[in-house]
Structures are given as structure tokens and as C-alpha cells.
């Protein structure tokens, strides 16, 4: 799985949270459209897991910028709430369930909610679907 497979995923879950609002790139220059969403899915670190399968984690921060910059207090905290409710559990991108790792902690600073959450998964090696023809077992040749 790609990072951007990741944030494709949490685009379609938050997007239809508010409407009219746009996906801005997280390296995109100001100005900022409002309202909109940052997506930034940062890699933490990979380690090798059990028979050649991989462990991952990444840290996801989500900013929403309200419709408001003058008063965008209730905006925000409204976000905040539907950000939670949709992501409590966890997503799915690629067909596998990532669970948040602790907890989702949101605050409102500058008028601007920011959503941070860790995530954590295992992928294995991907087979090639092609069978073993000679093993060599003790020595031995073997044949299927």
C-alpha cells in the first residue's frame, strides 16, 4: 500500500463532510480555499515482521480550514465532531482495515482544526503464484 493510496482513502471518508469543500494539496502555497481539507500521511518507520511481512506506521494529520476565518468557531468544532464519528474506528484503504493506533486528538488554533492520529499496518510479500519445482531437503533433491 502507497501513502497515497492512504490518503485517497480518508479524501473520500472526509470530503462529503462539508459542503463545497475542496482537497487543497498539503504543499500547496496560499492562498487557502475555504472551506477545505489538508491531508498530510506521513511514513514513521517500517520493520520487519514475521515471515518476511513488513510493519508500518505513519502519522496522518488532517486540517480543515472553515468557510469562516472571522468566526469559525462553531464550524470547527462541528468537524471536529464528524472527524471523530468517522474515524473512531479506524478506515479501509486497499482492501485492508487500518485501526487507529491510541487515539485521534483534534484542537482549534487560529481558526484552523487540526485532526492527528497514528496508524499501523503488516503487509506481507507478495506471492508469485508460481509453484515450487525442486526442493533439496537434507541433501536431497526432491521433485513434484
Do not use: H
Not at 17 to 24: D, F, H
Not at 35 to 44: A, G, N, R
Not at 70 to 76: G, I, S, T
Not at 133 to 139: D, H, P, Q
Amino acid at each position: 500500500m502507497k501513502i497515497r493510496d492512504i490518503r485517497k482513502a480518508l479524501e473520500a471518508l472526509i470530503l462529503p463532510l462539508v459542503e463545497g469543500a475542496k482537497i487543497m494539496r498539503a504543499d500547496a502555497p496560499k492562498p487557502v480555499v475555504r472551506p477545505s481539507f489538508k491531508i498530510d500521511v506521513l511514513p514513521v518507520s517500517v520493520g520487519a515482521a514475521c515471515a518476511g511481512a513488513r510493519e508500518y506506521e505513519a502519522d496522518v494529520d488532517i486540517w480543515y480550514y472553515p468557510k469562516s476565518s472571522d468566526r469559525p468557531r462553531d464550524e470547527c468544532d462541528t468537524v471536529a465532531e464528524q472527524l471523530l464519528d468517522v474515524l473512531g474506528e479506524g478506515f479501509e484503504a486497499c482492501g485492508v482495515w487500518l485501526p487507529i493506533d491510541d487515539t485521534i486528538e483534534v484542537d482549534t488554533s487560529q481558526g484552523v482544526l487540526v485532526a492527528q492520529f497514528g496508524i499501523s499496518w503488516v503487509e506481507t510479500a507478495a506471492e508469485t503464484g508460481e509453484y515450487m519445482e525442486t526442493l533439496n531437503y537434507n541433501g536431497e533433491e526432491l521433485t513434484t
